[in-house]
């Protein structure tokens, strides 16, 4: 299995000082690496980005439980902060929000009735004055939280952290046991569908009840000091384990993502490669060991193109003793750069025919093909994802083809946003992979672009296979919803 | 990348564990030691003048913080003030900046020399270093280079640089014109054996190259097409070298040629040439332009407007156009590729922009045309205007339906009057004129400096106040580069400089080497002696200036003997104490005489050089004899020597009266002597009896 364990160095040296400095200065220093591009793959983005808000979370000074607002804040902040200073990596927007997800689920685990939450309080504080004074808003409509079942989603959007932090101090008050949690959470997950509507009138009405005792005499419980401290309870220990445990996931999600390979990879198919990302490089490893099958590579020129070769000679257990089979057609393109016999040894090791072709031949060979696999960069709510350049014409000529595009990612690039405007999360990169720079009238006289970035828009994907499994792009707002919950915060 | 953070002591020990090795350190020059951005420089130092919108320092540093730097020294002369308190506001002083910025103000320093002597004395430097000015632009990581040098350093123990060479077409936009220099590498092209200036593109004289590079080196590689950044991964060895060398002001006509053509150093530099990544360097108009537009196209990604590297909201749309965030732009504007426009700005109905730079908060008025012009903040165009490639410096104000010639400079604050024409070699400023400054009024034109540029330049000479450094001799280019110095920024179409613009070589050119070596020595001598430096240094320096003059052992005889008599005639109060400052001067400078006197001819070319600057000097005989004693004591001089010497003034050629009078001072002396010599030859029965026996 080839799984790059090994940090590029800008990486590997954040990591390892992100501890020994004040977190605020830990940002900056990621920051810069960001805009220096010294970090730049999503998975590392999302790996420097989870390790900050670890650090971030572990320094703030909001512990208790009944501070959740005031860190929910600070981290909606700082990822507000991160987002604008690199505004096309989507994926840090992705592990803030997540991030952001643990803390409401820990606040609401220690007792919080989150549907409520989202339903009543949230949907009241909102609409009435949204950042006002919470405490005299509470106080003053008691009876208000009869939210209608389905408006839960729309409004939740920013009352949400206001009252958790309302209901956890309220909490103190209202014991609430942990089978009636339970089902809150359930419905909480439920919410924005339709068809739950019965049950989120349930909640509701039980809301109601819930409220409506606890609410008169519980205007001094909102000060700290009346709280009882057994109540309100450290969560920092729980978050913290939860972004460790985000941070495992990115670990794992190679090999998660690799164990769908075997019922989308079938014997002698020829599947179409598009990109070198390490989990497309797992899952196609992964195929191999059961399957046999042909990889047509396209080299994906000039920006990634070293990379995709890189993929095919990266070292491989397997590589040892089996000898080169086959020699494309498309592969003398580059073959003054790396040797056919090298390009070939990791996939054909294992006895997958590799057939590396230029990005031009790929009409050409559309028509032999059983199927298109592509990496992403993000994946969007709406289907539609961005992923390297020249992904856009391969799934369109598939499309044409009836060929199915399937994407390997992991669940973590898949952002809440919606693309009103795709161009602007689009990386234009340097000018001089395309021409070089030493050459005077060229770069006096043409206008050079390069943008590194494609966008596929949803009708072109057929599946997306992630670590917690396969959606096709229409369903894929149910994913959002799973890994986001119903609060998206705006970060942008 | 640099572990970051690394100001507390505290805090450094920490990191110290993980990483052993010394910090990487960096010295910035941040001051260009010439006045090619005039009249934009009278306000603030070049360094921070906007780049595409953004102060070309923080380029710099970031291309540092790219190749892992822990600790950088910044030099800075011109404005010091400012660039001090632009770095202490920066993001480069917070806790968070992967190294330390110590700005370092020196009055003295004029030249990279300098910068390189300040360093010797202040010992902040321990291990190899990199040394950039402060307008470099590039993407490309150092530390592979790094890596390089010190797997180098191994191998060979005289390494003492590594030059970073960015390999270009020759008629780049971004090669600064009238800057060549011809780079002679070893077969690998790794290692510099020569290094070239040329003064001109064109040049017709022959370029001649030492004899001795041929024979070593049967094959090299001779080359032109280098853009060079002074970009260099420099020895702590080298700034003693500079010490040693005091009148070494330029990093590579100086030291890199100084150091190649003397074989006495037996120092190696090394040359990095990258074939891939950006790198330029803003030396002059031109080259500020070209690379504005650079970073414009994306040639330096990731150092692009959209990477708000100075806490900026840029975002970039389809044809390399970059807009901040509350940009108000009138329905009927047109922005066309290429073009970078800073919050805050708003552009009126019918105006064009195209490839222009425009900072934050100006106003453009109606129908106006801006094709590639460079505005900086708070600018106002009136209605109705055209301007092209012309830079156009914070708060000036520009009438309606004026025209800017492409090349123009309208410095800070300037205000220029309703419907004006304004050529392209005009340089306005507020500047020179500034008691009389008044309000700036829309319907005034503020006239100051309409000289042309050669005109401007002459008119700045005596004062310097403001000056980045003063004249003669301190250039980090001399004279001769001046012909870039205001090279319009936009004439890199032309191939070809106009004709008038190259008089500054004929004249220099035409200086006959001998003289200006003459001139070198007598004065660095001079100076030295005045200075009593050490004697070593002296060689050192002399030999330096022969070997890039090349100049002949007799020239350094003349120089060295015209500067010690300047040096002691003065000391001379009477004929007691003669010979006691002779003899210690003497007695001093005897490792200098060593090495300059050979045969017997040599000695009596040298006494007649003392003769003849003895000419016409009070006591002008005693001290001829007094010298003559000395050296003979001393044994630079023997019998033979002497008498050559002697006979020779009674030769046929002969001698003025003047000369003469100074000879028979020493007449006492060399009787004494012929005495000796006979004795000597009787005694010895020597075969190699001379003709100078038949003078007696």
Known sequence: ?492 | MAPPSKRGSAKKSGLLEEAPESLLQAVIIADSFNRRFRPLTLEKPRCLLPLANTPIIEYTLEFLALGGVEEVFLYCHAHHDMITEYIKESKWSRESSPFTVNVVYSPSIMSVGDVMRELDQSRLIKEDFILVSGDIVSNVSLQGILKEHKARKLVDKNCIMTSVLREISPGHRSRPRGENALVVLDQNRQRILHYEYLKQSDSESALVLPRELGKANPTMSLQENFLDCCIDIVSFEVPPLFTENFDWQHSRKDFLHGILMDELYGKTVYAHILKSGYAGRIQSLQTYDAISQDITHKWTYPFCPDTNLNQQTYKYTRGHIYKEAKVILAQSAVIKDNSTIGAGTSVGDRTIIAGATIGRNCMIGKNVQLFSATLWDNVVIGDNCSISKCIIANDALIGDGCTIEPGAIISFGVTVEKGAYIPGTARYTKISTAKEREPGKFTKIVHLKTKTLNEYEDSEDDEDEQAETSRGGLYLYDDDGSESDYSDISDFDDEELPGKKKKGHARTSSESEADSFFREAYNSLLGALKQSHSVDIMILELNGLRMSANAEFSEVRRATTAAVISYILPKISSNENTSKVIDATIEKLLPLFNRMIFEVSDQAELLRFIQKELVGKERGGIIMQAIGMKLYNEDLCDDEGILAWWNEGNGPQGETPEMTKVREGTRAFVKWIEEQEEEGSEEEDSEDEEDDEDDE
């Not at chain 1, 800008?10 to 940002?27: E, G, I, W």
């Not at chain 1, 008169?216 to 978050?239: A, T």
């Not at chain 1, 996931?249 to 490669?273: C, F, K, R, Y």
């Not at chain 1, 001089?432 to 949803?458: K, L, R």
């Open chain 1, 1 to 492: 299995m080839v799984v790059a364990d090994e940090y590029p160095p800008a990486l590997a040296k954040f990591l390892r000082v992100v501890n020994t400095v004040k977190a605020d200065d830990a940002t900056e220093i990621l920051i810069g690496l960001l805009k220096r591009r010294e970090i730049n793959s999503s998975r590392n983005v999302a790996k420097a980005v989870a390790k900050l808000l670890l650090r971030f979370v572990s320094q703030n000074r909001h512990t208790k439980l009944s501070e959740s607002a005031g860190l929910i804040k600070d981290v909606r902040e700082l990822g507000r902060y991160l987002v604008a200073a690199q505004p096309r990596e989507l994926v840090i927007g992705n592990i803030v929000r997540r991030v952001l997800g643990v803390i409401r689920e820990e606040s609401h685990e220690s007792g919080v009735l989150p549907g409520f939450a989202d339903l009543t309080l949230g949907g009241r504080l909102s609409r009435a004055s949204s950042v006002g004074d919470e405490s005299a808003d509470f106080g003053s409509n008691p009876g208000s939280g009869t939210a209608t079942p389905h408006s839960g989603r729309p409004f939740s959007r920013d009352g949400g952290e206001e009252d958790i932090d309302a209901m956890s101090r309220r909490k103190s008050k209202a014991y609430i046991p942990p089978n009636l949690r339970n089902l809150t959470r359930q419905g909480s997950i439920a919410l924005p569908n339709p068809s739950y509507g019965e049950n989120n009138l349930q909640h509701a009405l039980f809301s109601l009840l819930m409220n409506s005792a606890p609410l008169p005499n519980d205007s001094p419980g909102l000060k700290p000091e009346s709280r009882e401290p057994f109540e309100d309870k450290d969560i920092r220990g729980d978050v913290i384990e939860g972004i460790r445990e985000l941070m495992d996931e990115l670990e794992m999600v190679d090999e998660q993502v690799a164990a769908h390979s075997e019922t989308h990879i079938h014997a002698n198919e020829i599947v179409m490669v598009l990109g070198s990302s390490v989990t497309l490089q797992a899952f196609l490893m992964r195929a191999a060991i059961k399957r046999k099958f042909t990889v047509v590579m396209i080299e994906t020129y000039p920006n990634d193109y070293l990379e995709t070769q890189e993929v095919l000679k990266a070292p491989s257990k397997f590589t040892t003793t089996i000898p080169v089979k086959q020699s494309g057609k498309g592969s003398s393109a580059k073959d003054e750069l790396v040797t056919t016999a090298e390009l070939k040894a990791t996939l054909t090791s294992i006895g997958v025919e590799t057939i590396l072709i230029p990005d031009s031949a790929v009409p050409a060979v559309m028509s032999r093909v059983n199927k298109v696999l592509m990496g992403s960069h993000v994946i969007l709510r709406n289907g539609s994802m961005i992923t390297i350049a020249g992904a856009k014409t391969v799934a369109r000529c598939a499309q044409e083809h009836s060929i199915p595009v399937v994407v390997v990612s992991g669940v973590y690039k898949l952002s809440p946003r919606y693309p009103f405007d795709p161009d602007s999360m689009l990386e234009t990169g340097e000018s001089s992979t395309i021409v070089g720079w030493e050459d005077g009238e060229m770069v006096g006289g043409a206008e050079i672009f390069n943008p590194t970035m494609d966008f596929v828009p949803g009708e072109l994907v057929d599946h997306y296979i992630t670590n917690v499994g396969g959606y096709t792009p229409q369903n894929l707002y149910k994913l959002v919803e799973e890994q986001y919950g119903t609060v998206i915060d705006n970060l942008e």
